[in-house]
DNA sequence: GCACTCACG
DNA sequence: GACGTACGTGAGTGCT
């Protein structure tokens, strides 16, 4: 067995007898927590959040790594000897935004606070000064690690100084540094100096880049020896600006070269990890409002007493409090009387936190073990209903080991008190009679019922016939609050807004193959956790709810995502049917003509190779018969991709060919024909799928376990699968899809009135895009021409750029170019419309749906060119896509409301982004078009028509 | 666990 | 003449 301290990613290579010397760059932290964390202010309106994620990290750090030896390095001010070399030096970067000027004081407060040395000097970068104290710790044989993301700081890494992410937990070594930058860290500096850095202002050499840089180094072995060889060079153009810029060079690497010789501000040996004070610490993050953070560390910081009373109005304060273990009351409920108490409590409470516990992931076939009811913060019950003996496994396990550090169980372990005899199963309410008793309360029109990933709940109680409502959805509220600046698991969104770590089901059920099922643990484990997952859902409840309408999300929220809850839960219940015999037949002729394929395909490579590994497909290829094509990506292996076999088609080649008949079927059989079969419910006899609400950066759904939006449809081999989805007997399958909605939605947001009077007279809007672009009259347009329309529109809204227009019609970029200007000249508003986006991204970082959809785009400012183009094209495309979901989101909560309202018998099954099917009863085919196409065409008013298509078919590709 | 490939809108 | 590309997903397979 492995000690676990060796896992730790950041620990170098021992060497010296003392703690390594961790030394943390203050002010780049600050910069990075005020951008990734969202808004946090204290009760006064002091924002706080970068405060609050230096604290967290600072904790974690000193928790995690046992640090002994530290400081905390910060820049002095804005001027350094740089700004003496070169006035220019960071000269252009903005001055800090407000909210982040009043958190620069309280971080060095916080640093003293936890009684770490604190260092600053007027003159130096903070950078100088850690370069300083590593080369003074290492000199006198100490380890070093210096915990920031600044890629400046990579050209100290060296035997003995590490560089660690704080966020990231991630080790930069010296092969990270040669990642990149392409030299080793003591070249760093040659790289930088050549290829300048825009963000702090260096200038470099003009026309040199960091892989250009990288390769005359390594080329020439530094960078003097560069300058004066330049005369060598190949390349007219680059021999010219390195002569002519020679001095900039070496000027630029003084800039970026750390200065390892400042006088110490305090002697090497006084950074150590002080004594915190008690009083000192607490009336600080009770100052700041941080009472997660107080919760987690007041078990360190040994028995003393709560700070004063006052709660100061902060709803974290209390609630993080109360999930402290010392507040909390967490029954097992195992007698109707205590049952009927809680019950009591909830209903007067008009809230309680909801949770179940059961055998498994999927809904639709995990049976219900117990279930769990919070009422206020720090008190919640368990009820078990279906626990069978405790499995013998579980005793081994180290509950309070899998929390780091904290009990919050307050149980070490130990077989649980209340569990039965051996064999025999605990004492429980009879399912039946609890669920009885329980089944009012949760359809309750006036009791609250807040569930994280409560749709989940839903459909276990509706398979136990009860009908949970109404609802809150933590997880829901968290990503029309959020979206995807982060996830939203619980354990994610009791980190981040309750400071606590709850317990994780894996150290209640173990793992892997020791995993037991959860009606096998023991009461008492059962209860810690189960409670503890209600009560937290209910204290995030209470963080979450006051942010909707303060951030403008309520309506989204409370109309379009959660009003979606039930309409998804209902959906997925119901499922849809698929005949398992097509599926079978395909299956075995799939097999059949992959069978002919892969002998033809052995034929012709001469010898036997596995056709499904790109690794030997590429080898074959393009060492052994020599085809043209070349390597990529990191990992060296040849690309085969189908556009690069395709490639090799046109030129004549019949083995690519062959290939990509054979992946074609393969893909069909494996991932369709065979593996839908195995996801019949065997209950049901139908596919129930799961839909996912808070995954997508757009507020698209997604679909899985399995996917059902991906079934194929553009291969007549391919509809065979989809030929497979029937409707029950006596019903037929309706498809309903909005045409062109993002297309439409551009017109419809860019005010674009060409298009908006093409949409609303129902001209054919390719052919419309072909006549503009290239000047021809719609009428009789060339169907070859109408093609390349259609890829500028799509291009359009994907953010568009020459090289994938390009790409897309196998042109010249030169060509795809010219279409793309001819466009915007004839739509200029539609480059306005994309300028916007990018500005608002860049602003805010994040563009809004017409819903107010909040889609975050992290990368739009970053220093990456090609990610921060990608971030840009993420910009444009996010407001169509995302008020395409927002449309379909809310089409589907009328038009439930409306068939629920209505005599008819259709329902929903699937949805497809653009596409609602139903089951439509065969005999209200008309009236249900009728409805379903008024419904959705009316979700909005705008000045864009939104057209619906419908198709009924007695299967999927029939009724497309 | 990651890279590659490919299915969909 | 630097970056590496169309936007958004989920799943199966091969390979380390």
């Given amino acids: 067995m492995s000690d676990p301290t060796t896992d730790s990613p950041v620990i170098p290579a021992s060497s010296g007898s003392s703690a390594p010397l961790y030394l943390i760059d203050g002010s780049g932290y600050i910069f990075r927590a005020f951008h990734a964390l969202p808004p946090l202010t204290r009760p006064d309106g002091t924002p706080v959040n970068a405060v609050y994620g230096f604290c967290a990290m600072i904790l974690k750090l000193i928790e995690d790594l046992k640090a002994e030896r530290l400081a905390v390095i910060f820049d002095a001010g804005r001027r350094s000897f740089r700004n003496d070399i070169y006035p220019e030096y960071k000269a252009h970067r903005p001055e800090a935004p407000e909210e982040l000027v009043p958190q620069f004081p309280l971080i060095r407060d916080a640093t003293r606070a936890f009684a770490l040395p604190c260092i600053e000097m007027v003159g130096f970068e903070a950078d100088d000064l850690i370069a300083s104290y590593a080369r003074a710790a290492r000199d006198a044989g100490q380890e070093v690690v210096i915990v920031s993301a600044d890629k400046d700081l990579m050209q100290l890494v060296r035997d003995g100084v590490a560089l660690m992410d704080p966020m990231k937990a991630k080790r930069i070594g010296a092969d990270q540094v040669f990642e990149k930058f392409g030299v080793a860290p003591d070249r760093v500096v040659d790289v930088q100096a050549l290829a300048g850095d825009s963000t702090d202002n260096v200038p470099g050499v003009p026309g040199i880049g960091i892989k250009t840089a990288a390769q005359l180094i390594g080329e020439y072995g530094d960078l003097d020896t560069l ?81 004063t009373g006052g709660s100061a109005g902060a709803g974290a304060a ?19 009387a205590a049952l009927a108490r809680w019950i009591e409590a909830a209903t007067e409470a008009g809230i309680v936190g909801f949770d179940t516990e059961t055998t498994g992931l999927d809904p639709h076939r995990a049976s219900l073990v117990g279930l769990s009811l919070a009422v206020s913060p720090g008190r919640a019950c368990y009820v078990p209903l279906r626990h069978v003996a405790a499995a013998e496994k579980q005793g081994a396990l180290d509950l309070s080991a899998a929390q780091g550090g904290l009990d919050l169980a307050g149980d070490g372990g130990g077989h649980g008190g209340a569990t039965g005899d051996d064999g025999a199963p605990p004492a429980q309410i009879p399912v039946g009679r609890a669920l009885e008793m329980l089944k009012p309360l949760l359809e ?31 997880m829901v509220m968290s990503y029309a609050l959020d979206g995807t600046r982060h996830g939203h698991g619980m354990d994610e969104l009791a980190q981040i807004h309750l400071g606590v770590t709850p317990i994780s089901f894996d150290a209640v059920t173990g793992r892997g193959r020791d995993r037991i099922s959860f009606a096998a643990v023991t009461l008492d484990r059962a209860c810690a956790y189960a409670a503890e997952d209600a009560d937290i859902t209910l204290n995030l409840h209470r963080m979450l709810k006051p942010r909707l309408a303060a951030e403008h999300v309520r309506a989204l929220y409370e109309r379009t995502d959660r009003a979606l809850v039930p309409v998804l839960a209902r959906m997925e219940r ?10 079978g037949r395909a299956s075995r002729e799939f097999a059949d003509a992959m069978a002919i394929l892969e002998t033809r395909i052995h034929e012709l490579a001469g010898e036997s190779f596995n056709v499904g590994s790109p690794k030997q497909l590429g080898e074959i290829l393009f060492d052994k018969l020599n085809l043209p094509g070349g390597k990529k990506g990191k990992t060296g292996a040849y690309a085969t991709g189908a556009d690069i076999l395709q490639k090799l088609v046109v030129e004549g080649h019949e083995l690519p060919a062959k290939v990509l008949e054979w992946r074609q079927l393969a893909k069909l059989k494996n991932t369709y024909a065979d593996a839908l079969v195995e996801t019949i419910n065997p209950e049901t006899g139908r596919v129930h799928t799961s839909f996912a609400l808070t995954i997508t950066t757009t507020g698209r759904l997604s679909s899985n376990d399995p996917n059902l939006q991906n079934i194929p449809v553009r291969t007549v081999e391919g509809r065979r699968i989809r030929r497979a989805f029937v409707p029950d007997p006596g019903f037929v399958l309706m498809s309903a899809d909005y045409s062109q909605i993002e297309l439409r939605l551009l017109a419809d947001i860019a005010g674009i009135t060409t298009l908006r009077d093409a949409f609303r007279d129902g001209i054919d809007i390719h052919a419309l895009t072909a006549s503009q672009v290239f000047g021809l009259p719609v009428e009789g347009m060339d169907p070859m021409v109408r093609r390349k329309a259609k890829a500028i529109n799509f291009g359009i809204i994907y953010g568009i750029s020459a090289f994938g227009l ?20 004839r739509y200029p508003g539609i480059r306005d419309y994309m300028e916007r986006a990018k500005a608002d991204a860049r602003a805010h970082g994040f563009v809004t749906t017409i819903f107010g959809r909040k889609c975050w785009t992290p990368d739009i400012s970053a220093k990456n060119p090609a990610l921060r183009a990608f971030a840009e094209r993420a910009a444009i495309n996010a407001p169509l896509q995302g008020s395409a979901a927002d449309i379909v989101r809310l089409a589907m909560v009328q038009l439930d409301r409306a068939l629920e309202a209505s005599p008819l018998g259709a329902r929903m099954l699937l949805q497809v982004h653009d596409e609602i099917l139903l089951e439509v009863p065969v005999a209200e085919v008309d009236e249900t078009t009728a409805l379903v196409r008024q419904v959705m065409q009316d979700v909005v008013s705008r000045p ?14 029939a009724a497309h």
């Avoid at 619906?948 to 078919?953: D, R």
């Fill in 444 to 474: 309750a029109p006036g009791v609250l019922k807040v569930g994280q990933n409560i749709k989940y709940d839903m459909i276990i109680m509706a398979r136990e016939g009860i009908l949970v409502s109404p609802i809150d959805d933590t």
């Fill in 318 to 336: 209390a609630v993080a409090d109360e999930i402290s273990e010392a507040g909390r009351q967490y029954e097992l409920v195992q007698d109707e």
């Fill in 574 to 583: 119901r499922g849809i049917r698929v005949d398992r015999e097509a599926l």
């Fill in 944 to 957: 864009v028509p939104y057209v619906v298509e419908v198709g009924i078919g007695d299967n999927w590709d």
């Fill in 806 to 825: 390009a790409q897309q019609l196998d042109i010249p970029q030169s060509e795809s170019r010219r279409y793309i200007e001819a466009y915007f000249e």
């Fill in 227 to 307: 300058l004066a060889r330049a005369s060598e060079i190949k390349q007219p153009k680059r021999r010219q600006n390195l002569i002519e810029h020679a001095d900039k060079a070496r000027m630029s690497r003084e800039l970026v070269r750390l200065r390892e010789d400042v006088a110490l501000p305090d002697p090497l040996d006084s950074l150590h990890v002080g004594e915190m004070v008690p009083e000192v610490v607490l009336s600080f993050l009770e100052q700041q409002g941080f009472s997660s953070l107080i919760a987690k560390l007041r078990p360190h910081l040994g028995h003393i007493k709560p700070v």
